[in-house]
Antibody, heavy 118, light 111 residues
């Protein structure tokens, strides 16, 4: 079981971005995918999650409206998307698998570093 | 500010026992929701250390344990080793926020 994320990105403020998280080794539609932000030197912040089975999503109030979580179950991949990046979006972003029957996150992807700078 | 409260740092000498607390409220830890713990080494992704309040995934030694009581939980590490030096996070679910919540993280230093 593993989650493999897309590579590091360097973007300018105002640009759009989509990062990915590909699952393998398990039935992708049977587990939620959560996204977690870690800003430099800071702790973990849950952003939201998606049910790959029906694309149902729920977001943390802190991130609602700022990002979009989507999925393409035909390629076992979840996505995290921004329409207009800000410098404050610079962070490390992790995806993690969450059991529909539980709330623990396991395993985690290796992380995708996003840098937003003019 | 994290929903769950952890001490920013703890420390102990090799061989000693340390505990890390995690305090929540009636809408998360104090409710029906489990507490989970993660360990993160610098430059790597977090890894599940304890799930369902007190269960160890395969490969986690039994000198690592956890418990939950009321609106709090704690992680205990006995026989402290240099390799335990890392950041530790607690996590639960919050019914008011309808989502996963984390503690702010605790840096464990082995003296």
């Amino acid at each position: 079981v593993q989650l493999v994320q897309s590579g590091a990105e360097v973007k300018k403020p105002g640009e759009s971005l989509r990062i990915s998280c590909k699952g393998s080794g398990y039935t992708f539609s049977h587990y939620w995918i959560s996204w977690v932000r870690q800003m430099p030197g800071k702790g973990l912040e849950w952003m939201g999650r998606i049910d790959p089975g029906d694309s149902y999503t729920n977001y943390s109030p802190s991130f609602q409206g700022h990002v979009t979580i989507s999925v393409d179950k035909s390629v076992s991949t979840a996505y995290l998307q921004w329409r207009s990046l800000k410098a404050s979006d610079s962070a490390l972003y992790y995806c993690a698998r969450q059991s529909i029957s539980g709330t623990d996150l396991d395993p985690w992807g290796q992380g995708s570093l996003v840098t937003v700078s003019s | 500010q994290a929903v769950l409260t952890q001490p920013p740092s703890v420390s102990g000498a090799p061989g000693q026992r340390v505990t890390i607390s995690c305090t929540g409220s009636s809408s998360n830890i104090g409710s029906v929701y489990d507490v989970h713990w993660y360990r993160q080494f610098p430059g790597t992704a977090p890894k599940l250390l304890i799930y369902g309040n007190n269960n160890r995934p395969s490969g986690v030694p039994d000198r690592i344990s956890a418990s939950k009581s009321g609106t709090s939980a704690s992680l205990a590490i006995t026989g402290l080793q240099a390799e335990d030096e890392a950041d530790y996070y607690c996590q639960s679910y919050d019914s008011s926020l309808s989502g996963v919540v984390f503690g702010g993280g605790t840096k464990l230093t082995v003296l």
